[in-house]
């Protein structure tokens, strides 16, 4: 499966933004999803995750409330939306994509996802 993230841009703090992952070459239907995002010198963290059956979704605590993940399985999408963004949120956003997952079951951890898009760039100015 290949992902290409989009949306990305320059906004200015307590902004709003929409991240869409779109997955092409195999259906999304039975894969875990999830967004991370890597800040420069630091390591790449998870931010959210959605299980592929339901509406099981997870979140960083830093995002908790602000951000909302969601998909379309029928569309092959993954969004992100972001809201009262704030200066720390400025990072490469990546959607990853994980096969076989039950289907009620979110996975956090990088080292779990098999499929990764290119990211994009969200910077937040105060």
């Known amino acids: 499966v290949q992902l290409q993230a989009s949306g990305g841009g320059l906004v200015q703090a307590g902004d709003s933004l929409k991240l869409s992952c779109a997955a092409s070459?195999?259906?999304?239907?039975?894969?875990?999803m999830g967004w991370f995002r890597q800040a420069p010198g630091k390591e790449r963290e998870f931010v959210a995750a959605?299980?592929?059956?339901?509406?099981?979704?997870q979140y960083a605590d830093s995002v908790k409330g602000r951000f909302t993940i969601s998909r379309d399985n029928a569309k092959n999408t993954v969004d992100l939306q972001m809201n009262s963004l704030k200066r720390e949120d400025t990072a490469v956003y990546y959607c990853?994509?994980?096969?076989?997952?039950?289907?009620?079951?979110?996975?956090?951890?990088?080292?779990?996802?098999?499929?990764w898009g290119q990211g994009t760039l969200v910077t937040v100015s105060s």
């Open positions: 959605h299980s592929w059956s339901g509406s099981i979704a």
């Open positions: 990853a994509a994980k096969l076989r997952v039950p289907p009620y079951e979110v996975k956090v951890k990088t080292t779990e996802y098999e499929y």
């Open positions: 070459g195999r259906t999304l239907g039975s894969y875990g």
